[in-house]
């Protein structure tokens, strides 16, 4: 079974500076695809980044950026010069490249200090 | 704006009651799925429907059931609401051959 674990209920930053959210999983599978996703108080998940396992490359958007390894089945996002606006749940999510199921994490609450 | 939307915003209902609850996707996206999120939680794998057939089901009992429809609108139907019903339900559609999948805002139940 594929499991998502964020390890870090709530994670604080000082605008501008950088934090890095944690996600591990597990698979027995070896070509998937891991996502990033936003939810602001909103309520509107949005899509922050995507990695696909056969890529050794991390996936870079703008501020956002992942720790992509795949023997240690860790899947870490990088927030740059992080703005107020990035105050969020973030999700990890997990998806077999076959299957049609999205396997996400428990969520890290952000907090940005102005 | 990820152009998914669902309707309503927020419900309450009474346990043993039925609840329907719309979803509109993304024009061309044939893939919808239907999440429940839990307070403090995660979304949930409900069920995902390809095409207006169901081709994979979470961990969820038969009383949750779907349609969707050829318009890419889609509805999820619950009977016999409970109490641990109350939750966040999300929709999120894809295109066909896209990995990715964009979620509607939700709607919020609760059951009293």
């Known amino acids: 079974a594929q499991t998502v674990t964020q390890s870090q209920p709530e994670m604080s930053v000082q605008e501008a500076e950088t934090v890095t959210l944690s996600c591990t999983y597990d698979?027995?599978?070896?070509?998937?695809?891991l996502f990033w996703y936003k939810q602001p108080p909103s309520r509107q998940m949005i899509l922050v980044i995507r990695?696909?396992?056969?890529?050794?490359q991390n996936a870079t958007e703008n501020r956002f950026s992942v720790n992509f390894q795949k023997a240690a089945k860790s899947f870490s996002l990088k927030i740059s010069d992080s703005q107020l606006g990035d105050a969020a749940m973030y999700f990890c999510a997990y998806r077999r490249n076959t299957g049609n199921q999205f396997y996400f994490g428990t969520g890290t609450s952000l907090t940005v200090i102005p | 704006e990820t152009g998914v939307t669902q309707s309503p915003t927020h419900l309450i209902k009474t346990r043993g009651q039925q609840v329907t609850l719309r979803c509109s996707s993304q024009?061309?996206?044939?893939?919808v799925s239907w999440y429940q999120q839990a307070l403090g939680q995660g979304p949930q794998f409900i069920f995902q429907?390809?095409?207006?057939?169901?081709?994979g089901r979470g961990n969820f009992p038969p009383r949750f059931s779907g349609l969707q429809f050829p318009n890419y609108s889609s509805e999820l139907n619950v009977n016999a609401l409970e109490l641990d019903d109350s939750a966040l339900y999300l929709c999120?559609?894809?295109?066909?051959?896209?990995?990715?999948?964009?979620f509607g805002p939700g709607t919020r139940l609760l059951v009293l």
């Open positions: 990695q696909e396992a056969y890529k050794q």
């Open positions: 999120a559609s894809r295109g066909q051959n896209q990995e990715t999948q964009y």
């Open positions: 024009s061309g996206h044939n893939t």
């Open positions: 429907y390809y095409r207006e057939e169901e081709n």
């Open positions: 698979t027995s599978e070896s070509d998937y695809y």
